[in-house]
């Protein structure tokens, strides 16, 4: 079964960069993924996306970040990871990369023999708190 | 972006009752696929969130029968038809169909 390892540092000082990465194991990452994708949630908040790479190569960013993070995957290191930078304290959050799945298959409805099914973000890392602050 | 907005933000419940909780979008979430990206997930205390629903009305592996997502369009409704205490946490709608993904603000359940 996959399994993401989500991980990097603590504590960065504000004006920084942070580096996380997320470790897939339990399988290969090039396997019937929809995307790979980060999360985060601020102290005592709900959930805010912070972008996505597709499996067609491409990659999404939150508007509110997106100067400011990049998103990159190894696929012969089988993980991804997020690049934020200059960070802020608004910035602190625990930080969840996670796994949305799919499967190709026949779609009646526009009558697609290829299309590319999605199946939910079903695989999560267990969160990286981070904390910015000087 | 979408706008996902839930309701109600606090949901206390007795065990044995039903549950429901709304989300809605400020946009159609139905793709000319003829699906509505729109997923469930669920945050229970001191664990990372996962997924109930995705499309709106399929149910992730493992998920009990006693979830059940519903609705199309812009209004969605995941219902909990007999509450458990394993129920207690924080409710998400999320619409992906957008590449810029939004969630809704959250459901509190607790148990009464």
């Known amino acids: 079964q996959l399994q993401l390892q989500d991980s990097g540092p603590r504590l960065v000082k504000p004006s920084e960069t942070v580096y996380l990465t997320c470790s897939v194991s339990?399988?290969?990452?090039?396997?019937?993924?929809?995307?790979w994708g980060w999360i985060r949630q601020p102290p005592g908040r709900g959930l805010e996306w912070i972008g996505s790479?597709?499996?067609?190569?491409?990659?999404y960013y939150n508007s509110s970040l997106k100067s400011r993070v990049t998103i990159s995957l190894d696929r012969s290191q089988n993980q991804f990871s997020l690049q934020l930078t200059p960070v802020i304290a608004a910035d602190t959050a625990v930080y969840y990369c996670?796994?949305?799945?799919?499967?190709?298959?026949?779609?009646?409805?526009?009558?697609?023999?290829?299309?590319?099914?999605?199946?939910?973000?079903?695989?999560w890392g267990q969160g990286t708190a981070v904390i910015v602050s000087s | 972006d979408i706008v996902m907005t839930q309701s109600p933000l606090s949901l206390p419940v007795t065990p044995g009752e039903p549950a429901s909780i709304s989300c809605r979008s400020n946009?159609?979430?139905?793709?000319?696929?003829?699906?509505?990206?729109l997923d469930w997930y669920v945050q229970k205390p001191g664990q990372s969130p996962q997924l109930l629903i995705y499309?709106?009305?399929s149910r992730a592996s493992g998920v009990p029968d006693r979830l059940t997502g519903s609705g199309s369009g812009t209004d969605f409704t995941l219902k909990i038809s007999r509450v458990e205490a394993e129920d207690v946490g924080v409710y998400y709608c999320?619409?992906?169909?957008?590449?810029?993904?939004?969630f809704g603000q959250g459901t509190r359940l607790e148990i009464k």
């Open positions: 996670a796994g949305a799945f799919g499967y190709r298959g026949y779609n009646p409805i526009i009558n697609d023999k290829n299309y590319y099914f999605y199946q939910g973000m079903s695989v």
């Open positions: 339990g399988g290969s990452m090039s396997s019937n993924y929809y995307y």
């Open positions: 790479i597709y499996y067609t190569g491409s990659t």
């Open positions: 946009q159609s979430l139905l793709h000319v696929s003829g699906y509505n990206y």
């Open positions: 499309l709106a009305s």
């Open positions: 999320m619409q992906g169909l957008q590449t810029s993904i939004t």
